[in-house]
C-alpha cells in the first residue's frame, strides 16, 4: 500500500550547500544532492531510533481498529508530517476524532492489498476474497455516511470537516460492490443462479437431469434390496459416478452393469445399472460446464477489481488515515494529552517579532511518554486495549481509568516544565548525574516528533512548541570496534554528520557535548561547536558537566541555561528543570552519602580548589543558595499573599453586607428619633399649657403686688422646660468637662462615626492621630477626635440637673435606648451558630487536665464576637462538669447553652 503523501520523509534543509566554517566540515563541498539526502534519511533513523519513536508507535499500535492500522503503527511508519501545514492537518484531524460522541465502526474493513494484487497478476479470486472486497467497501462507505451525518446533526458541523476532507474525493466503488453481491451469496459462500443466463441454464440441466437420474437409481437398489442382493438400499457415487451397491453373490441381479468399485472386503460390489450410464454421462458434462461458467464468473469479477486497483488501494490508504487519526485520538483520550500549538507560523529563520511571542517552548507539567506508559501499565496491569473495539475501549473506560490513575501515581514521572524564550538558540542544560538531563532532552524529542504526526501530548494547559523539520539527536555512546572509533571519535563524527545536514528550522540534542576527551580542549572545542549552532538551527539542546559552557550566556543572549534541582538535604535529585540556573555536578556530596573514605573527598575538595579559582567557586556557591533561598522565599510569599487575600475578600464582603444593612438601618433610625422629637414636642406643649392655665387660674384672684411675681414665676417654668427639650447638637457629655483623650489596647470606647456604639481598641495608638478599633467583626481606623471613653460606671457623662425634671426623663429615655441599641449589635454580631471543623473542639477521650489545657486554648484563640462548639460527650461526667465550669468562669464566654435539647455532649460558648 502507497501513503507517499503521508509517510515520513527527510525534509532537504535550506542550507544543504552552505559553506561550512569547521576544519572537519569541509568534507560537505563534496557531496552529492543524493548523498545529503541519504544522510538525512540516515541521521533521522538513528535519531528516532535513539528517541525510540517506535515504542511510542506501538503504544498508539494499541488503539487501531485495522489490520493496516495496527501493521502500521507496530513497523513504526506512523506518518510524520513533512511540512508544519501537514503535521497541523494531522493536529486537527486528531481532535475532530476526539469530539465525537461515539467509537466509529472499522470491523468490517480489511487489508485488500494482496487481494488486488492477485487479481491483477490475473489469477483468479476466490468466493471467500471477493465476499471480502464487498465487505469492506460497504464498510468504507457506511464509516462515511456515519461521519457525515454526525456532521450535519451537530450545532457545528465543521468540527468534523477534518475526517470529512479524507473520504471526501473516494470512489466508494458501488458498482463493483453491486455485482459481487448480486453475483455471490455471502452468506453461504456460493455463485449465484443469476450471475449469468448460461449458468441458469446448465444449473436447471443439471437439476433435472439429476432427478432422473436419482428416480432410477432408487428404483433399482429398491429391487436389489427386495431380490436380497443387500441389506438396506444404497445409493452412492463412485469415480464421480452415482452407482448402487450390491453384494458379490448377486451381481448378477445388474446385468450389463459396470463395476466402479469394490469393497475392502471384496463382499460388496459398486455398480452402475446400465440405463444410468447416459445419465451419469450428462452429469458429468453440466458438472463441468457449471464450473468452467462460475470460473468465467469469478475472472469477470476478478478483473473488476484489477481494473479498480487505483481506487481501492486510495481508498485503503484514506481508511487507513482515518484510523491512525482515531488512534491518536484514543491514545490521547486515554492519556489525557494536551492539542499542542505551533508557535511562529511559517518560520524561515528569520528573526523573532518578540511583541507577538514571548516564549518559543511553552509546555507546563510534561510527562516523559513512555515513562508515563510504563507507570500506567504497571499501576492498570498492562491491559491489552486492542481486545474489542479499541476506540470505543478508550472512549468508555480508559480515559477514566487513567484519570484516576495519573492521580494515584505521585506525580509519577515527575512533570518538566519547558520555558524556552524566543531569541534563544543553545540550551545548556547543567545537573548532576541520574539528575534527569538526558531524559528531559529526550521529552522534548519526542514531544517535538509526536506534535508533527499528529499526537496530542501528555502535558497541561496547551503546550506551544515550533515546528522543526529535522530532530537530530547525538545521545549514547557510538564507539565501533570494526570502524575503529572510540567514544570521543564516535561522539564527534556524528555532531560533524548533524551540523551537515542541520537547517534553520532543525532541533538538535546533544548529550555530554564534548565529553571523552581531554577537559580542557573539550571544553574549547565545544564551545565553539555551540558558537557555529546558534546561527545554522532553529534550537539546540545540550546537556554537559563543564561549567563554563554555561559562561557562554553572559557574552550572547542567544544562550541560555538550565539546571536540574538537587536537594541538598536529601543529596537526591527532584528530576525538576530551572530555567536560567546553572547546576552544579554534587558529585563530592553523592560520594560521601554513597559512603567514601573522608581522606578521599578532602583530597578530591583540595584538588577542586587547584582547579577551579576559589573566588569564582564561593561566588558561584553563594550565587545558588541565595537563589535557592530567594526561591523558597517567594514562594512562603506567595502563600502569605493568597491569605492575605482572603481574609481581604472576607472582610470585603462582611463590609459590602454591612453597606448593603446601613441604609436600613439609617431610615428606621430616623424614623424613631422623629418619633421621639414629636413625642417630646407634645409633652412639651402640654407642661406649657398646664403652666398657663395654672396662671390665668391665679391671675384671677392675686392682686397687683403679686402680678409681676406670677409672671416671673410662670417665664421661670416656661424657660425651664425650653430648655430641658432643647436638642443636643454635641457629643454626649459636657464640652467643658472634655480634656484631650488617648485609647489604650484593648480598651472599649465609643465611636462617633458608628452613631456612638461600642468598639475595642486592637492596635496601640501611634503619632498619626488615628486609632485602629474593631467593631463586630470589622475593623476600620477612626480619628482620635471621634473617640470618646466610656465613664467608669459604664454610662455615658449627661448633665442633669434636678430642678429640670423633664430633661433628665428624655436623657434617661436615651440612654436605655442606646444601652438596648449596644447590647442588640453585640447579640447581632454574633452573627448564625453553624458548626464547621474551625470552631470545633473536641474533649472526647481525653483527660480532665488535658480536656482543660485544650478548651483554655481554644477560647483563648478564638476571634472576638465567635461561637465555639465545645464537644464534651457525657461518659462518666467529669470532663463535661471541668468543661462548664471553665466556661462559667472564663473571663471572655459571656454566655454558653447546650447546642440542642437533644445533644447534651456539645456545648455552644459565645466569646466576646
Not at 494531522?90 to 485488500?112: E, K, N, V, W
Amino acid at each position: 500500500m502507497e501513503l507517499s503523501k503521508l509517510f515520513i520523509s527527510v525534509r532537504k534543509p535550506p542550507n544543504v550547500f552552505a559553506k561550512p566554517c569547521f576544519a572537519f566540515y569541509n568534507s560537505a563541498e563534496s557531496n552529492s544532492i543524493a548523498e545529503q539526502v541519504a544522510l538525512s534519511h540516515t541521521l533521522q533513523s538513528e535519531t528516532l531510533k535513539t528517541l525510540e519513536w517506535s515504542s511510542i508507535c506501538k503504544k498508539l499500535s494499541k488503539f487501531t481498529s485495522t489490520s493496516m492500522g495496527f501493521s502500521v503503527a507496530q513497523s513504526a511508519q506512523v506518518p510524520i508530517g513533512r511540512t508544519q501545514k501537514e503535521s497541523q492537518k494531522l493536529l486537527d484531524q486528531t481532535s475532530a476524532a476526539r469530539l465525537t460522541p461515539q467509537p466509529m465502526d472499522f470491523s468490517g474493513i480489511d487489508d485488500l492489498t494482496e487481494i488486488v494484487n492477485v487479481a491483477t497478476s490475473g489469477q483468479l479470486l476466490t468466493i471467500r476474497e471477493l465476499c471480502t472486497v464487498c465487505r469492506s467497501l460497504r464498510a468504507a462507505r457506511e464509516l462515511f455516511n456515519k461521519l457525515q451525518e454526525l456532521s450535519s446533526v451537530g450545532s457545528s458541523p465543521e468540527r468534523y470537516l477534518p475526517l470529512l476532507e479524507i473520504l471526501q474525493n473516494c470512489d466508494f466503488l458501488v458498482e463493483l460492490e453491486n455485482k459481487i453481491e448480486f453475483c455471490i451469496d455471502c452468506s453461504f459462500s456460493v455463485i449465484l443462479d443469476r450471475a449469468s443466463e448460461d449458468l441458469e441454464i446448465i444449473r436447471s440441466e443439471r437439476k433435472r437431469n439429476k432427478e432422473v437420474l436419482d428416480s432410477l437409481l432408487k428404483e433399482v437398489s429398491s429391487e436389489i434390496f427386495k431380490a436380497g442382493g443387500i441389506d438396506k438400499p444404497l445409493i452412492t457415487q463412485r469415480r464421480s459416478r452415482m452407482c448402487v451397491a450390491v453384494k458379490a453373490s448377486h451381481r448378477h441381479l445388474l446385468p450389463d452393469g459396470v463395476v466402479l468399485n469394490v469393497s475392502s472386503s471384496g463382499a460388496t460390489y459398486f455398480m452402475e445399472p446400465k440405463d444410468a450410464i447416459d445419465l451419469n454421462n450428462m452429469e458429468v458434462k453440466l458438472s463441468k460446464s457449471e464450473k468452467a461458467e462460475e470460473r468465467a464468473i469469478l475472472s469477470l469479477l476478478a478483473s473488476e477489481i484489477a481494473n479498480s486497483e487505483r481506487k481501492i488501494k486510495y481508498l485503503l490508504d484514506r481508511i487507513l488515515e482515518v484510523d491512525l487519526a482515531f488512534a491518536r485520538a484514543a491514545y490521547a483520550q486515554w492519556m489525557n494529552g494536551k492539542c499542542p500549538i505551533f508557535s511562529l507560523e511559517n518560520f524561515e529563520g528569520g528573526d523573532y517579532d518578540e511583541e507577538d511571542e514571548t516564549l518559543m517552548i511553552d509546555i507546563d507539567g510534561l510527562r516523559h511518554p513512555l515513562l508515563l506508559e510504563a507507570s500506567i501499565d504497571r499501576f492498570s496491569g498492562n491491559l491489552d486495549l486492542r481486545s474489542g473495539d479499541a476506540v470505543e475501549l478508550a472512549n468508555k473506560n480508559a480515559v477514566v481509568d487513567s484519570r484516576n490513575l495519573l492521580q494515584a501515581m505521585d506525580d509519577f514521572p515527575v512533570p518538566v516544565d519547558f520555558k524556552i524564550s524566543c531569541g534563544t538558540r543553545v540550551v545548556v542544560i547543567s545537573g548532576p548525574n541520574t539528575g534527569g538531563k538526558t531524559a528531559s532532552m529526550k521529552s522534548l524529542g519526542l514531544t517535538s516528533l509526536m506534535s508533527k504526526s499528529g499526537m496530542h501530548l501528555p502535558a497541561k494547559n496547551s503546550p506551544k512548541l515550533p515546528w522543526f523539520d529535522l530532530v537530530l539527536a547525538d545521545i549514547g555512546d557510538h564507539q565501533s570496534l570494526e570502524q575503529n572509533l572510540s567514544t570521543f571519535s564516535g561522539h564527534i563524527s556524528r555532531i560533524c554528520k548533524i551540523l551537515e545536514v542541520a537547517s534553520k528550522q532543525s532541533l538538535v540534542l546533544i548529550d555530554e557535548i564534548g565529553s571523552g576527551t581531554d577537559p580542557s580542549e573539550g571544553v574549547a572545542l565545544s564551545a565553539s561547536i555551540l558558537q557555529y549552532l546558534k546561527d545554522r538551527v532553529n534550537l539546540a539542546v545540550v546537556t554537559t558537566h563543564y561549567a563554563d559552557l554555561s559562561c557562554l550566556k553572559d557574552r550572547d543572549n542567544r544562550f541560555d541555561n538550565a539546571a536540574m534541582e538537587f536537594s541538598l538535604e536529601t543529596l537526591q535529585p527532584t528530576y525538576k528543570i530551572l530555567w536560567g540556573c546553572t547546576g552544579d555536578s554534587n558529585a563530592l556530596r553523592i560520594a560521601k552519602s554513597i559512603g567514601f573514605d573522608k581522606n578521599i573527598i578532602e583530597g578530591a575538595k583540595k584538588w577542586v580548589e587547584k582547579l577551579k579559582p576559589e573566588q569564582q567557586q564561593e561566588r558561584r556557591g553563594r550565587l545558588y543558595h541565595s537563589l535557592q533561598e530567594e526561591r523558597n522565599r517567594l514562594e512562603a510569599q506567595v502563600e502569605r499573599v493568597a491569605s492575605v487575600r482572603a481574609e481581604i475578600m472576607n472582610i470585603y464582603n462582611e463590609i459590602q453586607e454591612e453597606a448593603e444593612d446601613l441604609e436600613r438601618r439609617e431610615m428606621a433610625l430616623m424614623a424613631k428619633e422623629t418619633q421621639q422629637v414629636q413625642q417630646e414636642l407634645l409633652d412639651a406643649k402640654s407642661e406649657m399649657e398646664t403652666i398657663i392655665e395654672k396662671f390665668e387660674k391665679q391671675l384671677k384672684t392675686a392682686g397687683r403686688d403679686q402680678l409681676n411675681e406670677l409672671i416671673k414665676e410662670s417665664e421661670s417654668a416656661i424657660a425651664s422646660i425650653v430648655k430641658a427639650h432643647a436638642p443636643s447638637v454635641n457629643f454626649p457629655g459636657n464640652e467643658a468637662d472634655q480634656t484631650p483623650y488617648t485609647p489604650q489596647f484593648g480598651e472599649q470606647v465609643q465611636v462617633e462615626g458608628l452613631g456612638g456604639k461600642l468598639a475595642t481598641v486592637v492596635e496601640q495608638p501611634g503619632d498619626d492621630e488615628t486609632v485602629l478599633v474593631q467593631y463586630g467583626r470589622v475593623k476600620v481606623r477612626v480619628k482620635k477626635s471621634s473617640i470618646r471613653a466610656i465613664n467608669s460606671d459604664g454610662k455615658n457623662s449627661i448633665s442633669s440637673s434636678v430642678s429640670h425634671q423633664g430633661r433628665q426623663g428624655r436623657q434617661k429615655r436615651e440612654w436605655r435606648s442606646n444601652l438596648a441599641s449596644i447590647k442588640n449589635e453585640e447579640e447581632a454580631s454574633y452573627g448564625p451558630v453553624v458548626q464547621t471543623s474551625k470552631n470545633t473542639v473536641d474533649l472526647r477521650g481525653m483527660r480532665v487536665e488535658e480536656a482543660s489545657i485544650q478548651l483554655e486554648m481554644a477560647i483563648n484563640s478564638s476571634p472576638p464576637y465567635s461561637v465555639l462548639f465545645v464537644v464534651h460527650g457525657m461518659g462518666t461526667g467529669a470532663v463535661k462538669d471541668r468543661a462548664l465550669e471553665i466556661l462559667r468562669n472564663h473571663a471572655r464566654v459571656t454566655n454558653h447553652e447546650p447546642e440542642s435539647p437533644m445533644n447534651y455532649g456539645c456545648t455552644v460558648a459565645y466569646v466576646k
